[in-house]
């Protein structure tokens, strides 16, 4: 199984970025597929999942808003659209992926619950 995201970089404050994960070796339809953050000297923080089918999205309460999450299943790819980006929001992406079947459920905000984990993607949003 590998996930790899990508599309990280440098945006200004307010500025949009949007992150994509491809999966491969998986199942797609059958995960439900969440976005992490972790800024230096933080522990991982929850941004947002959404279930196998799309139809459940959840969000941290600090992106609530401004972040969007979707998922192409037929290209096995989940994104993150960011907009109206802060400061605070520089920190190292991941996606990851949790096995829930074909339950269709709100997806799980606790990152020990995920099986599956990319290499992260770095934003950086300057002031």
């Known amino acids: 199984v590998q996930l790899q995201a990508f599309g990280g970089g440098l945006v200004q404050a307010g500025g949009s970025l949007r992150l994509s994960c491809a999966a491969s070796g998986l199942t797609f339809t059958r995960y439900a597929m969440g976005w992490f953050r972790q800024a230096a000297g933080k522990e991982r923080e929850f941004v947002g999942a959404?279930?196998?089918?799309?139809?459940?999205?959840r969000y941290a309460d600090s992106v609530e808003g401004r972040f969007s999450i979707s998922r192409e299943n037929a290209k096995k790819t989940v994104y993150l659209q960011m907009n109206s980006v802060k400061f605070e929001d520089t920190a190292v992406y991941y996606c990851?992926?949790?096995?829930?079947?074909?339950?269709?459920?709100?997806?799980?905000?606790?990152?020990?619950?995920?099986?599956?984990w990319g290499q992260g993607t770095l934003v950086t949003v300057s002031s």
């Open positions: 959404i279930s196998w089918s799309g139809g459940r999205i």
């Open positions: 990851a992926g949790i096995n829930t079947g074909s339950n269709d459920r709100d997806p799980n905000y606790d990152p020990r619950a995920y099986d599956y």
